[in-house]
């Protein structure tokens, strides 16, 4: 329904951005002579020249590879945040290319020269959308709304479409108001304007251009009925099926052999999200990989000569859209310890089972070090590698606590489960089980990957203070 620009619009972003590159590209050959001073600079004494094949070559591979990203896509990337992070990330794919192909072809390029022409071309990129938002976005608030949208049905659905419209106002999208046939909720809401039968006339003395239609499921004869009386009027009618709250996290309209179908277990990342969710986490993990190995190795030496027993636990854990997959920690308790659990475990005044305990005689002298520490998680990046968790997101929960779990709760397994998570840095284990869930919904609803940022700096504070760990 929303899109940011036109057509052609993005085929002139595309032209433009190319063009940006490529100047860019020259404009670092003018630069490097003033960095002959800094210390990762070689001295350059004569006149710089790039091989011309570079400049077209270079353009062609930033282009293509953010309209891989989606970035010229009008229906994506609505929020300026979503647009920065794709350009950032285009930015990072691009480089790698440029420097393979550099590395397989034009090796006497400086390293500095490339270095500047890359940073360069990701802020003349973002520059320009940052000015072409804020001209937009002042353009159109003292213009009248180019979509004025009418909705039929005030119920969950409706409130969501109201939500989305506000928040993309600046787009250029109006909400005239609802239709619903209850009057309890034309007396509670003054943005009713009436009945579902006033629908034509609603439409032709307000403008609309789109119609929603969002009643529930057991309205849905009254849906043929207004699509039928909407069919000679030039607006766009737009249908959103009551199932979302049977939903995972999201429902998504998915194409399958020519037919449309409903996904309930959509996931709640885009594929840019996932992807640079995915790079982030590799990125990261192969970083702390030689560290992690050195204190693993110590680790697991101390673990063998304080107990009996090996030193990795390996357990079945609940991840992504409940899938079961075998998480590896440094182990922490004695040999047997799942058989003692009933020992441990609490029930809470509203049944949940509390699983933790601060004195739980099952914990090695050694264990309660390496969890306050938080450096029994350590084996986790295996897992991080292998695709089954990522650095950051609510936590592999244990299979039988899963069961017990009430339909909402289940969202929190719409994301790829993590090493650490919003509740590690809120509460740890200070909090009972029964909240975490409302921690993890927060992280889900509010993703993006300065957020995974974010938490990682958090939780070394976290880690620090051992507060809330045992």
Same mark, same amino acid.
């Given at each position: 329904m929303v899109r940011r620009f036109s057509t052609d619009f993005a085929l002139i972003a595309m032209l433009l951005d190319g063009l940006l590159v490529a100047g860019c590209l020259a404009l670092s050959v003018l630069v490097r002579p003033w960095l002959n001073p800094l210390p990762i600079a070689r001295t350059i004494l004569g006149p710089i020249e790039i091989p011309g094949p570079m400049y077209p070559i270079s353009s062609v591979v930033w282009v293509a590879t953010l309209a891989m990203l989606s970035i010229y896509d009008p229906r994506r990337y609505l929020r300026w945040r979503e647009e920065l992070g794709g350009i950032v990330l285009g930015a990072v794919i691009s480089a790698m290319l440029l420097a393979g192909l550099l590395y397989l072809s034009f090796r006497d390029v400086s390293r500095v020269l490339f270095l500047v022409f890359v940073a360069l071309s990701g802020s003349a990129l973002v520059a320009w959308r940052t000015v072409f938002r804020l001209a937009r976005g002042r353009r159109l608030s003292g213009l009248p709304s180019a979509r004025r949208i009418l909705v039929a049905g005030r119920g969950i659905v409706g409130e969501e479409v109201l939500g989305e419209v506000q928040e993309h106002r600046r787009l250029g999208i109006e909400l005239v108001g609802f239709l619903d046939d209850d009057a309890n909720k034309a007396e509670l809401h003054t &943005?009713?304007? @009436?009945?579902? &039968?006033?629908? $034509?006339?609603?439409?032709? %003395?307000?403008?609309?251009?789109?119609?929603v239609l969002a009643l529930p499921r057991r309205a849905y004869e009254r849906v043929n009925q207004l699509v039928v009386e909407l069919h000679d009027l030039p607006v766009k009618v737009w249908l959103i099926p009551d199932y979302f709250s049977l939903a995972l996290h999201r429902a998504r309209v998915e194409d399958f052999a020519g037919l449309p179908m409903l996904d309930l277990r959509a996931p709640a990342l885009s594929d840019y999200q996932r992807m640079s969710k995915r790079v982030f986490d590799v990125v990261? %993990? /192969?970083?702390?990989?030689?560290?992690? #190995?050195?204190? @693993?190795? *110590?680790?697991? *030496?101390?673990?063998? /000569?304080?107990?009996?027993?090996? #030193?990795?636990? $390996?357990? !079945? $854990?609940?991840?992504?859209?409940?899938?079961? +997959?075998?998480?590896?920690? +440094?182990?922490?308790?004695?040999? @047997?310890?799942?058989?003692?659990?009933?020992?441990?475990e609490q029930t809470g005044a509203n049944g949940e089972i509390l699983h933790k305990a601060y004195d739980d005689p099952r914990v090695t002298r050694v264990g309660r070090f390496l969890r306050r520490t938080s450096l029994d998680e350590l084996p986790q990046l295996l897992n991080v590698l292998r695709g089954e968790m990522s650095l950051v997101g609510p936590r592999p929960e244990l299979p039988y606590l899963v069961e017990r779990y009430a339909p909402w709760q289940r969202k929190r397994f719409a =994301?790829?489960?993590?090493?650490?998570?919003?509740?590690?840095?809120?509460? $740890?284990?200070? !909090?009972?089980?029964? /909240?975490? %869930?409302?921690? &993890?919904?927060?992280? =889900?609803?509010?993703y993006s990957l300065w957020l995974d940022v974010r938490i990682l700096f958090m939780t070394l504070g976290a880690v620090f203070s051992r507060k809330g760990a045992y």
């Amino acid at each position: 329904m929303v899109r940011r620009f036109s057509t052609d619009f993005a085929l002139i972003a595309m032209l433009l951005d190319g063009l940006l590159v490529a100047g860019c590209l020259a404009l670092s050959v003018l630069v490097r002579p003033w960095l002959n001073p800094l210390p990762i600079a070689r001295t350059i004494l004569g006149p710089i020249e790039i091989p011309g094949p570079m400049y077209p070559i270079s353009s062609v591979v930033w282009v293509a590879t953010l309209a891989m990203l989606s970035i010229y896509d009008p229906r994506r990337y609505l929020r300026w945040r979503e647009e920065l992070g794709g350009i950032v990330l285009g930015a990072v794919i691009s480089a790698m290319l440029l420097a393979g192909l550099l590395y397989l072809s034009f090796r006497d390029v400086s390293r500095v020269l490339f270095l500047v022409f890359v940073a360069l071309s990701g802020s003349a990129l973002v520059a320009w959308r940052t000015v072409f938002r804020l001209a937009r976005g002042r353009r159109l608030s003292g213009l009248p709304s180019a979509r004025r949208i009418l909705v039929a049905g005030r119920g969950i659905v409706g409130e969501e479409v109201l939500g989305e419209v506000q928040e993309h106002r600046r787009l250029g999208i109006e909400l005239v108001g609802f239709l619903d046939d209850d009057a309890n909720k034309a007396e509670l809401h003054t &943005d009713v304007l @009436g009945p579902l &039968d006033q629908m $034509r006339s609603v439409v032709a %003395t307000h403008g609309v251009t789109d119609v929603v239609l969002a009643l529930p499921r057991r309205a849905y004869e009254r849906v043929n009925q207004l699509v039928v009386e909407l069919h000679d009027l030039p607006v766009k009618v737009w249908l959103i099926p009551d199932y979302f709250s049977l939903a995972l996290h999201r429902a998504r309209v998915e194409d399958f052999a020519g037919l449309p179908m409903l996904d309930l277990r959509a996931p709640a990342l885009s594929d840019y999200q996932r992807m640079s969710k995915r790079v982030f986490d590799v990125v990261v %993990t /192969l970083l702390l990989g030689p560290l992690a #190995a050195l204190i @693993g190795s *110590i680790i697991a *030496i101390v673990i063998r /000569l304080d107990s009996p027993g090996p #030193a990795l636990f $390996r357990q !079945k $854990r609940v991840g992504e859209n409940g899938r079961l +997959f075998e998480m590896v920690k +440094f182990r922490t308790m004695v040999v @047997g310890a799942e058989a003692m659990r009933h020992a441990v475990e609490q029930t809470g005044a509203n049944g949940e089972i509390l699983h933790k305990a601060y004195d739980d005689p099952r914990v090695t002298r050694v264990g309660r070090f390496l969890r306050r520490t938080s450096l029994d998680e350590l084996p986790q990046l295996l897992n991080v590698l292998r695709g089954e968790m990522s650095l950051v997101g609510p936590r592999p929960e244990l299979p039988y606590l899963v069961e017990r779990y009430a339909p909402w709760q289940r969202k929190r397994f719409a =994301v790829p489960q993590g090493l650490t998570g919003w509740w590690q840095v809120q509460g $740890r284990a200070d !909090k009972p089980m029964h /909240l975490h %869930t409302e921690d &993890d919904l927060y992280y =889900v609803q509010n993703y993006s990957l300065w957020l995974d940022v974010r938490i990682l700096f958090m939780t070394l504070g976290a880690v620090f203070s051992r507060k809330g760990a045992y």
